[in-house]
């Protein structure tokens, strides 16, 4: 059975249901960036310096899905909307170019991707999932370039940090926030890169891209145990902070705090968010327990780093997504 599925209650029947046939969901293809006024005249949060924000969408990205898979569209989807009757607007992302992609994959990789006929359950070989990939990692590269003007988040999907070099999985085709990061490093006039990883699910594939890389400070916070298995202890220069299930906002934000000092001690020019928000505590895939308004303080307190920075949309599989984003760029954009 297809379905349109366009609200939060859509979004909580799409996740438990165990269905598994494809299912259409509106898409146009206009391409959208969005200018984000972080005082808007819907805005119900209090206090908020104006500031302005970039977001990079596509409508594209909700072209593909599939019913039961956690990884839906209406995440996007979802936050566009609760985003636009807050009267924000939106306006284009590129894909990025083969030349990107091969900084952080081997080519096997990518034509893997491109010719399809890969076969993973969490990560579905989808009708034109290459160029819907493609582009989400042209929307991270499009934040990274322009961050050092104003903070960017790019919400797009599919999300990335569990593509290592070789390998696709979690849900994730390329490394997207990787694959920005080494573009600025090849390509602008800065020697040091700091990434932190907030997502509830350690970024293996980022670790496994940066791992002896000294340009880069990979920085994790993540649940353990919970897929994929890894992030247990840090190495070189990729830290890992791994959490118990249950933690709280409390304990989350001194860890965090720990975390954010390690990033300042190692210099950066500048610093990308894998931003994931299943951390939270209605989160269906895991067992942490933040509050929706923990990511206005997760944004703020990354924003005290005073660096030009940008935020890539990773996990986050509650109806409440929207609000949780929402309040991270609240406080992300400082």
């Known amino acids: 059975m297809s379905v349109i599925a366009t609200t939060?209650?859509?979004?909580?029947?799409?996740?438990?249901?165990?269905?598994?046939?494809?299912?259409?969901?509106?898409?146009?293809?206009?391409?959208?960036?969005?200018?984000?006024p972080l005082v808007a005249r819907n805005d119900t949060l209090q206090g908020v310096n104006p500031s302005m924000i970039k977001i990079i969408y596509s409508k594209k990205c909700?072209?593909?899905?599939?019913?039961?898979?956690?990884?839906?569209?209406?995440r996007v989807t979802g936050t566009y909307d609760y985003l636009l009757k807050k009267n924000w607007e939106f306006v284009n992302p590129a894909g990025c170019r083969t030349q990107d992609i091969l900084r952080a994959h081997t080519r096997s990789l990518l034509d893997e991707v491109k010719s399809g006929g890969f076969n993973d359950p969490?990560?579905?070989?989808?009708?034109?999932?290459?160029?819907?990939?493609?582009?989400s990692a042209g929307a991270a590269c499009m934040a990274g370039d322009g961050c050092f003007n104003e903070p960017h988040f790019s919400l797009m999907r599919p999300p990335g940090h569990h593509a290592t070099r070789s390998r696709l999985g979690g849900f994730c085709y390329f490394n997207n926030i990787a694959i920005s990061v080494l573009k600025l490093l090849s390509e602008k006039d800065i020697g040091r890169a700091a990434i932190l990883d907030i997502?509830?699910?350690h970024?293996?594939?980022?670790?496994?891209?940066?791992?002896?890389?000294?340009?880069?400070?990979?920085?994790?916070?993540?649940?353990?145990?919970?897929?994929?298995?890894?992030?247990?202890r840090s190495?070189?220069?990729?830290?890992?902070?791994?959490?118990?299930?249950?933690?709280?906002?409390?304990?989350?934000?001194?860890?965090?705090?720990?975390?954010?000092?390690?990033?300042?001690?190692?210099?950066?020019?500048?610093?990308?968010?894998?931003?994931?928000?299943?951390?939270?505590?209605?989160?269906?895939?895991?067992?942490?327990?933040?509050?929706k308004t923990t990511?206005?303080?997760?944004g703020e307190h990354i924003s005290e780093l005073n660096l030009p920075r940008y935020a890539v949309l990773e996990g986050g599989y509650s109806?409440?997504?929207p609000e949780c984003i929402y309040n991270f760029l609240v406080g992300f954009g400082g």
């Open 203 to 232: 970024g293996n594939g980022t670790q496994d891209i940066f791992l002896g890389d000294k340009r880069a400070l990979f920085v994790s916070l993540h649940q353990v145990p919970l897929y994929p298995g890894t992030g247990h």
């Open 8 to 36: 939060s209650e859509a979004w909580w029947e799409a996740i438990s249901t165990l269905n598994t046939d494809c299912h259409a969901l509106r898409a146009r293809n206009d391409i959208l960036i969005a200018t984000l």
């Open 199 to 201: 997502d509830c699910h």
């Open 62 to 74: 909700s072209e593909y899905g599939q019913m039961g898979h956690p990884e839906s569209p209406v």
């Open 295 to 298: 990511y206005r303080k997760i």
């Open 319 to 321: 109806p409440d997504l």
């Open 122 to 135: 969490d990560t579905p070989d989808y009708n034109g999932i290459y160029e819907y990939a493609v582009l």
């Open 235 to 291: 190495q070189d220069n990729c830290l890992n902070f791994p959490l118990s299930p249950g933690t709280d906002e409390k304990m989350y934000m001194s860890v965090l705090d720990t975390a954010i000092g390690k990033i300042r001690e190692f210099g950066p020019e500048v610093l990308a968010v894998s931003a994931g928000f299943d951390t939270y505590r209605g989160d269906p895939l895991t067992q942490m327990n933040l509050e």
